[in-house]
Each structure stands twice: as C-alpha cells, then as structure tokens.
C-alpha cells in the first residue's frame, strides 16, 4: 500500500493523496513504469465494490470502482500492507467486476 497523490481528478473521482492498493500484479509492476491502484477512503457508504477493511487504526473502503492507472512519480510513500485476507477480497472484487 501507497500514498498516492491522485490529483488532478474530474467530477467525482477520489481527490487529493490518499492510501491505494496496489492491484496490479508484480509481474507486470516490475516490468512497467505504471502500477493499477485502488484508491482508500474512510467516508462514503458500502457499495458493491467498496471493500470494508480497517488500516492504521481506522475503517474505511478500497474503492475497487475507482482504479486508475498511476506512474511511480505519484507514488509518494510506502504506508505498509493490507492483510493478505483483504488483498484475497480485493483480487476476488476485481474478478466479479470483469466477469463476463
């Protein structure tokens, strides 16, 4: 996980810095100059792709309906790791949002 600043953002995209998941895989993060990200935010309401999950001591959501593509340059800081058990839920999202 990464703060990332996200700005400039349009309409209701997520604003500002904030912690993101990395969901691309380390295959290709390795290779590109470019991670997927899921933006985190501890406001709003639990929709189908929000993922509840607690990080830092506080609740929140990975907005899986939000990912961007974001070059290493917005990649502020290393915040640390999501428990495996919500990088599971966040991947297992991600495949019911694209199934066809």
């Known amino acids: 996980m990464f703060l990332v ?36 935010t501890t406001g709003g309401h639990p929709y189908p792709f929000r993922l509840a999950c607690r990080f830092e001591g506080k609740d929140g959501f990975v907005v899986l309906d939000q990912l961007r593509t974001v ?8 915040l640390g790791r999501i428990t495996p058990v919500t ?13 066809e």
């Open 71 to 78: 070059d290493r340059g917005p990649l502020v800081k290393r």
């Open 5 to 40: 600043s996200l700005d400039p953002t349009l309409g209701h995209e997520i604003k500002k810095a904030r912690p993101c998941v990395i969901v691309s895989p380390d295959e290709l993060n390795h290779r590109l100059s470019t991670f997927i990200v899921a933006p985190m």
């Open 87 to 99: 990088l599971a839920k966040a991947l297992g999202g991600l495949r019911e949002m694209f199934a």
